[in-house]
């Protein structure tokens, strides 16, 4: 069974940029008789108040973009990650780290061109002495160790793609030492519990892919198909951002109609020549990956008041 997943973080109120995601997500599936569910990243509770939560998934269903099942909360599923960390824990894969915020900024080896800094490994050789001597004045974060081992893919946009885990990405963080766990360790617990078979999602989230790819395969889950999406930009190509005012959906919806909301998204992803209305099953039989643009996906003008 194909399943595609929508996985907002409710910091805010969903941008067109989340309901381009959505769109393609549910074409995605849908065109090949999939199913279609919602999850609500909201990891780091605080910063993601419920009514934003809520909000998105009215939103999904006003543009019929339901989930199929009931959403699952990440900020419910601690035991569920708790359990993929004491795996991955008991294989020796996981480590105490007990860098402050400064160390880190001060020993981030140099990267190779690349945007995410790469973690020098210093916490990595501690002795048993040293973790419990630190441990007393402190809480650790708890990282991964990688291999110096290259893992690639092919997306289904943006076409093969490779990083080397130690030289590229570095021993990545599971757990903070504020206890939250990190994305990258409940987004594959979360994907391998709903059965998601393919990830549709932003193009700023393809380098940490790769992380996410070896960590399925450590704890044994199948690894999803994926498509990483452009950055969606206003008809000049400049990127949205707060200087366009109000772009959440209640503010579009007082202009436009959803047919209308969609038809402009699905201009942008290149699924029409002319912005025109429609509605998310009237997109099926057109929607092809081949037709999506690989690096920026322009809202027709007039979209951005
Ligand atoms: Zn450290």
Same mark, same amino acid.
């Given at each position: 069974?194909?399943?595609?997943?929508?996985?907002?973080?409710? @910091?805010?109120?969903?941008?067109?940029?989340?309901?381009?995601?959505?769109?393609?997500?549910?074409?995605?599936?849908?065109? $090949?008789?999939?199913?279609?569910?919602?999850?609500?990243?909201?990891?780091?509770? %605080?910063?993601?108040?419920?009514?934003?939560?809520?909000?998105?998934?009215?939103?999904?269903?006003?543009?019929?973009?339901?989930?199929?099942?009931?959403?699952?909360?990440?900020? #419910?599923?601690?035991?569920?990650?708790?359990?993929?960390?004491?795996?991955?824990?008991?294989?020796?894969?996981?480590?105490?780290?007990?860098?402050?915020?400064?160390?880190?900024?001060?020993?981030?080896?140099?990267?190779?061109?690349?945007?995410?800094?790469?973690?020098?490994?210093?916490? *990595?050789?501690?002795?048993?002495?040293?973790?419990?001597?630190?441990?007393?004045?402190?809480?650790?974060?708890?990282?991964?160790?990688?291999?110096?081992?290259?893992?690639?893919?092919?997306?289904?946009?943006?076409?093969?793609?490779? *990083?080397?885990?130690?030289?590229?990405? %570095?021993?990545?963080?599971? $757990?903070?030492?504020?206890?939250?766990?990190?994305?990258?360790?409940?987004?594959?617990?979360?994907?391998?519990?709903?059965?998601?078979?393919?990830?549709?999602?932003?193009?700023?989230?393809?380098? @940490?892919?790769?992380?996410?790819?070896?960590?399925? !395969?450590?704890?044994?889950?199948?690894?999803?198909?994926?498509?990483?999406?452009?950055?969606?930009?206003?008809?000049?190509?400049?990127?949205?951002? /707060?200087?366009?005012?109000?772009?959440?959906?209640?503010?579009?919806? !007082? *202009?436009?109609?959803?047919?209308?909301?969609?038809?402009?998204?699905?201009?942008?992803?290149?699924?029409?020549?002319?912005?025109?209305?429609?509605?998310?099953? #009237?997109?099926?039989?057109?929607? @092809?990956?081949?037709?999506?643009? /690989?690096?920026?996906? $322009?809202?027709?003008? %007039?979209?951005?008041?």
């Amino acid at each position: 069974m194909i399943t595609g997943r929508f996985a907002p973080s409710p @910091s805010g109120y969903l941008h067109p940029g989340n309901l381009l995601c959505a769109l393609l997500a549910w074409l995605s599936c849908r065109s $090949r008789g999939g199913r279609f569910i919602v999850r609500i990243e909201d990891l780091d509770a %605080g910063r993601c108040p419920k009514k934003y939560a809520l909000q998105a998934l009215a939103d999904l269903d006003w543009l019929g973009l339901s989930s199929d099942e009931d959403p699952l909360w990440q900020s #419910q599923r601690a035991d569920v990650y708790g359990a993929a960390l004491e795996q991955l824990s008991r294989s020796g894969h996981v480590y105490p780290c007990f860098c402050s915020r400064a160390e880190l900024h001060a020993s981030f080896a140099p990267n190779l061109g690349d945007e995410v800094p790469v973690y020098s490994g210093k916490c *990595r050789g501690l002795t048993p002495e040293e973790i419990a001597a630190k441990s007393a004045l402190r809480r650790p974060a708890l990282r991964l160790a990688v291999p110096d081992e290259a893992v690639a893919f092919t997306d289904a946009l943006q076409g093969p793609y490779e *990083r080397n885990l130690a030289r590229q990405c %570095g021993d990545f963080i599971l $757990r903070r030492s504020d206890g939250i766990y990190a994305y990258q360790l409940a987004v594959v617990c979360d994907d391998a519990a709903s059965g998601v078979t393919e990830v549709v999602r932003g193009r700023d989230i393809l380098p @940490s892919t790769p992380q996410q790819i070896y960590l399925c !395969r450590l704890l044994g889950f199948p690894v999803p198909a994926y498509a990483h999406i452009p950055l969606l930009t206003d008809s000049s190509g400049r990127r949205l951002s /707060k200087r366009d005012g109000d772009i959440s959906l209640s503010a579009l919806s !007082r *202009r436009f109609s959803r047919e209308e909301i969609v038809g402009m998204l699905a201009c942008a992803a290149g699924l029409l020549r002319e912005p025109r209305p429609v509605t998310p099953e #009237q997109l099926l039989p057109a929607f @092809s990956w081949e037709k999506v643009p /690989k690096d920026e996906a $322009r809202l027709p003008a %007039g979209f951005i008041a």
